[in-house]
């Protein structure tokens, strides 16, 4: 049975661990780049990152960073990403960088457009800011890797959301699909989604006013789906912990959002 062409199933890993690639040119789109890898213990990922920014995030396990021949150490070590943050690197356009595992790992890789300007950055999880939105049933808990409060990438915009059993998240729905600030700004979104116990799943609407884009996905354990324009809430079922990481990107490294107005009413007044 076909499916919609926002939602990328994981691909049986090849000779070099890649489960995930999400290209501009395969998402059709401008910013976002977003592959996974499933590394064995002495597995490599070695890359010149050319005129793209990366932000390597260790989903899990450990593995040792090099960034234009410089040793970053070992860093990662979580077995689960409901554990804790993840240790990550941003590094910059023009630069090359390894990847080694240390034993079984999975790591994520998350670029966008960049010219060089920032410096490699070592993110241990105590820089990962943690905080809870919403109440009730629209609770979820947050991890800001690379936030638009900081400073330290030209374009990406990498987290963290954990979502627990049966509660819904992105939510009330949301959109940042015009290039209108201060108001709303413009950004590209890919969602990589795992689930507690790994059997679980949700559903992940994404959706325009005017419909002319409305799709509703059933999401499993490590599918990706993309969010090129409109408003995207993410449910997870019962009994099921839902953890996504985000990867945003556009024209100004700034999140401005937009409300469904039919929905805002859900909204603090």
Same mark, same amino acid.
């Given at each position: 049975?076909?499916?919609?062409?926002?939602?990328?199933?994981?691909?049986?890993?090849?000779?070099?661990?890649?489960?995930?690639?999400?290209?501009?040119?395969?998402?059709?789109?401008?910013?976002?780049?977003?592959?996974?890898?499933?590394?064995?213990?002495?597995?490599?990922?070695?890359?010149?990152?050319?005129?793209?920014?990366?932000?390597?995030?260790?989903?899990?396990?450990?593995?040792?960073?090099?960034?234009?021949?410089?040793?970053?150490?070992?860093?990662?070590?979580?077995?689960?990403?409901?554990?804790?943050?993840?240790?990550? %690197? =941003?590094?910059?356009? !023009? @630069?090359?960088?390894?990847?080694?595992?240390?034993?079984?790992?999975? *790591?994520? &890789?998350?670029?966008?457009?960049?010219?060089?300007?920032?410096?490699?950055?070592?993110?241990?999880?105590?820089?990962?800011?943690?905080?809870?939105?919403?109440?009730?049933?629209?609770?979820?808990?947050?991890?800001?890797?690379?936030?638009?409060?900081?400073?330290?990438?030209?374009?990406?915009?990498?987290?963290?959301?954990?979502?627990?059993?049966?509660?819904?998240?992105?939510?009330?729905?949301?959109?940042?699909?015009?290039?209108?600030?201060?108001?709303?700004?413009?950004?590209?979104?890919?969602?990589?989604?795992?689930?507690?116990?790994?059997?679980?799943?949700?559903?992940?609407? %994404? =959706?325009?006013?005017? !419909? @002319?884009?409305?799709?509703?996905?059933?999401?499993?354990?490590?599918? *990706?789906? &993309?969010?090129?324009?409109?408003?995207?809430?993410?449910?997870?079922?019962?009994?099921?912990?839902?953890?996504?990481?985000?990867?945003?990107?556009?024209?100004?490294?700034?999140?401005?959002?937009?409300?469904?107005?039919?929905?805002?009413?859900?909204?603090?007044?």
């Amino acid at each position: 049975m076909s499916h919609s062409p926002l939602l990328v199933r994981a691909a049986i890993p090849d000779a070099d661990g890649l489960v995930h690639r999400v290209t501009p040119q395969s998402a059709d789109w401008t910013y976002v780049g977003f592959e996974t890898h499933d590394l064995p213990a002495g597995g490599r990922i070695a890359r010149d990152t050319e005129d793209r920014e990366v932000c390597i995030v260790m989903v899990s396990g450990r593995a040792r960073v090099t960034v234009d021949g410089k040793d970053l150490g070992v860093i990662g070590g979580r077995a689960s990403v409901f554990e804790a943050p993840p240790w990550s %690197v =941003y590094v910059p356009a !023009r @630069s090359r960088y390894t990847v080694e595992a240390e034993g079984p790992c999975e *790591v994520a &890789l998350c670029s966008a457009p960049g010219t060089g300007a920032k410096p490699v950055l070592l993110i241990p999880p105590a820089e990962v800011p943690e905080e809870t939105r919403g109440k009730g049933s629209n609770t979820r808990h947050v991890r800001n890797i690379l936030a638009d409060t900081d400073d330290r990438a030209e374009s990406l915009l990498v987290v963290e959301v954990i979502t627990p059993s049966g509660n819904w998240s992105s939510y009330p729905p949301h959109k940042h699909d015009r290039d209108a600030f201060p108001d709303e700004t413009l950004l590209e979104e890919s969602y990589y989604h795992r689930f507690e116990p790994k059997q679980g799943y949700g559903v992940q609407r %994404v =959706y325009t006013d005017d !419909r @002319s884009l409305d799709e509703t996905m059933t999401i499993h354990d490590r599918d *990706v789906v &993309l969010v090129p324009r409109g408003y995207h809430p993410v449910g997870a079922a019962h009994g099921y912990t839902l953890y996504y990481l985000n990867v945003m990107a556009g024209p100004r490294r700034t999140w401005r959002f937009h409300n469904d107005p039919d929905h805002a009413w859900l909204l603090p007044a």
